[in-house]
C-alpha cells in the first residue's frame, strides 16, 4: 500500500513537472491566483467591465516559490468603466517573467449590463461581455546554462511567439447573490492543436458563484467558490471566506482561500491564502500570501501578492448609468 501510494505521488509530482515543461510549447495567458477577490474580477471576465458606477483602475503584482532568484512573476494593470448607457469597456496589460521565459498580453473589449430588479444602485443586474487578447511571448537562450549548449532541445525555429485569443462572460447579481462563469483563452490564430510546433493555451472556464451575508448593517460574511477547468482534463477549485467591516466611504476585508487541484493524475490540496483588503475612499489596497501545501514549497518557498486600485468619479460618462 506504501509503495503504491508512493508511486502515485511519484506520478502527481511528474505531472507537474511535464506541465511546466509544456508551458514552453502551450501558450499559458494571464495566470490566475487571488485576483478576482482583489477587484480584480474584470481581468478574467469581460462581463464585469463596468459593473459600477466609477472608472476602476486596478494594479496586481504575484511573486511565487519567493526562495528562487528568477521565480516566476507577474504583474498586471487593468482599468474598466461604464462608458456610456449600459454598455462597459475594459482595457488590461500583463506581464509575465519566469527566468528565461518572458510573456507580454493585452486584452481589450466590452460588456452590456440589464437592470434586473426594482433598484436604482445596481445591485440586481445581468450583464455579458467579450474580449480579444494580444499574447507574445520570448524566449531568453542565453540565460540557459546548459551542460551542452548544442543540445538540439535549446536549437528553436524561433524564440518570439504571437498568438490571439477571445473570450465570453456572463455575470450576474441578485439579492445578495453573485455567478459568473466565462470561456477563456479561444485560440483565434494557430488555433490547430499544434502548428510548427507551437500549442495554443487550453480553453479554459472560469465559475464563479457566493452569497453576501448581512450580519448587521455594517458587517457581512461572504462564502464564494470558483472552479477553473480547463480542456487539459485539470480542475483547479477555491473555496473562499471573506468578511467585511464598512460604512459609508471605508471598507475593511479579511478571509482566507483554500486552493485545490485535481488532474488525471491525482489531486492535492496545493494553498491556503490569508487576504487582508482595505478601501479607503476611491483607494483599495489588498495583500494575499500563499501558504503552499504541497511538497515543492520546501524548497521555493511560497507566494505572495499585492494590488492596488482606484475608484475615480466617471469622467467618461458623466450621465451615468441608464436604467
Avoid at 16 to 36: K, R, W
Avoid at 213 to 224: C, V
Avoid at 284 to 302: C, F, K, L, R
Avoid at 306 to 317: A, P, Q, T
Amino acid at each position: 500500500m506504501k509503495t503504491k501510494n508512493r508511486m502515485r505521488r511519484l506520478y502527481f509530482f511528474l505531472s507537474f513537472g511535464i506541465a511546466a515543461l509544456s508551458g514552453l510549447q502551450a501558450q499559458e495567458t494571464l495566470p490566475y491566483y487571488q485576483q478576482y477577490l482583489m477587484d480584480g474580477g474584470f481581468l478574467f471576465n469581460p462581463a464585469l467591465y463596468g459593473n459600477t458606477d466609477k472608472v476602476a483602475v486596478n494594479l496586481n503584482y504575484q511573486k511565487q516559490y519567493a526562495n528562487f532568484e528568477d521565480s516566476p512573476n507577474v504583474q498586471s494593470i487593468g482599468i474598466h468603466a461604464n462608458v456610456v448607457d449600459r454598455v462597459g469597456a475594459g482595457l488590461s496589460f500583463f506581464r509575465d517573467s519566469n527566468g528565461p521565459i518572458s510573456a507580454n498580453g493585452l486584452t481589450g473589449g466590452a460588456s452590456y449590463t440589464i437592470p434586473i430588479g426594482e433598484s436604482d444602485e445596481r445591485k440586481d443586474q445581468f450583464s455579458f461581455g467579450t474580449s480579444v487578447s494580444a499574447y507574445n511571448m520570448n524566449f531568453d537562450f542565453s540565460k540557459i546554462n546548459a551542460q551542452n549548449p548544442n543540445d538540439p532541445l535549446l536549437k528553436a525555429d524561433t524564440d518570439n511567439i504571437f498568438l490571439v485569443y477571445a473570450n465570453f462572460g456572463l455575470a450576474a447579481d441578485y439579492k445578495n447573490i453573485f455567478a459568473n462563469v466565462s470561456v477563456n483563452d479561444i485560440a483565434l490564430t494557430n488555433d490547430k492543436s499544434i502548428v510548427n510546433g507551437i500549442e495554443p493555451s487550453p480553453i479554459k472556464v472560469f465559475l464563479n458563484a457566493g452569497y453576501n451575508y448581512n450580519i448587521t448593517e455594517n458587517i457581512r460574511i461572504t462564502p464564494s467558490a470558483l472552479i477553473n477547468l480547463n480542456t487539459n482534463s485539470q480542475r483547479l477549485t477555491d473555496f473562499n471566506l471573506m468578511g467585511t467591516f464598512h460604512n459609508e466611504n471605508n471598507m475593511f476585508s479579511v478571509g482566507a482561500s483554500f486552493r485545490t487541484e485535481q488532474n488525471r493524475f491525482g489531486n492535492q490540496n496545493l494553498s491556503i491564502t490569508p487576504i487582508v483588503k482595505v478601501h479607503m475612499g476611491g483607494i483599495t489596497i489588498g495583500g494575499a500570501y500563499n501558504i503552499g501545501m504541497s511538497d515543492i514549497q520546501a524548497y521555493g518557498g511560497n507566494s505572495f501578492m499585492v494590488s492596488l486600485g482606484y475608484n475615480f468619479d466617471n469622467f467618461i460618462n458623466t450621465r451615468g448609468f441608464r436604467y
